[in-house]
């Protein structure tokens, strides 16, 4: 099976503040990489996919980059609505498995 | 608009099963990848398992090979997920997901509203 990991597992931010998650994969995956957003006592919701691919309606100060082994969350100007814990997910092969978790909270 | 409404809450003994329902609405039901999720108190995210519903056959977590049996019916739009001899360990909110795109499509754009499932004696 593929192994996720992320840097840091927490972080604390100001509103504004521009932060970056790292997640890298035990082997490579290609672009197969996606993020999530989630909040508690909410579903999670699909940020981004495919390592740099937008979904629909996701705010543009998120973005993705990556590729390979190594990938990056960026959220350029984080909002109050941003304090969440974000997840990365391969899905290259099945299991398709998550990644620890980065719980981004307010300084 | 894709929608996918899960079964409610439930409180289990240890070492009984459960079998949580999630009802999918809106686009094509049987052509994309239906995954259980679930997130123990605590705890991060934990893919379970997957089926195409117009496949049939589904693809399972090791950890949970031999305990967890995800099925789908096309004719109703719904996919179970039954969890059987349970432990306390099993404690945690289930969700059901479907894949973006059809097929083996793992990431997960829709998301049920999650089910609480409480192992206790």
């Known amino acids: 099976d593929i192994q996720m990991t992320q840097s840091p597992s927490s972080l604390s931010a100001s509103v504004g503040d521009r932060v970056t998650i790292t997640c890298r994969a035990s082997?490579?995956?290609?672009?197969?990489l996606n993020w999530y957003q989630h909040k508690p006592g909410r579903a999670p919701k699909l940020l981004i996919y495919g390592a740099s691919g937008f979904q629909t309606g996701v705010p543009s100060r998120f973005s993705g980059s990556g590729s390979g082994t190594d990938f990056a969350l960026t959220i350029s100007g984080l909002q109050p609505e941003d304090f969440a814990t974000y997840y990365c997910q391969h899905s290259y092969s099945a299991p398709p498995t998550f990644g620890p978790g980065t719980k981004v909270d307010i300084k | 608009q894709v929608q996918l409404v899960q079964s409610g809450a439930e409180v289990k003994k240890p070492g009984s099963s459960v079998k949580v329902s999630c009802k999918g609405s809106?686009?094509?039901?049987?052509?994309?990848?239906i995954c259980w999720v679930r997130q123990a108190p605590g705890q991060g995210l934990e893919w379970m398992g997957g089926?195409?519903?117009?496949?049939?056959?589904?693809t399972y977590a090791q950890k949970f090979q031999g305990r967890v049996t995800i099925t789908a019916d096309d004719s109703t739009n719904t996919a179970y997920m039954e969890l059987s001899s349970l432990r306390s360990e099993d404690t945690a909110v289930y969700y059901c997901a479907r894949g973006a795109n059809s097929g083996y499509d793992w990431g997960l754009a829709y998301w049920g509203q999650g089910t609480l499932v409480t192992v206790s004696s």
């Open positions: 082997q490579s995956i290609g672009n197969f």
């Open positions: 809106g686009g094509t039901f049987s052509s994309n990848v």
């Open positions: 089926i195409v519903p117009l496949l049939g056959t589904a």
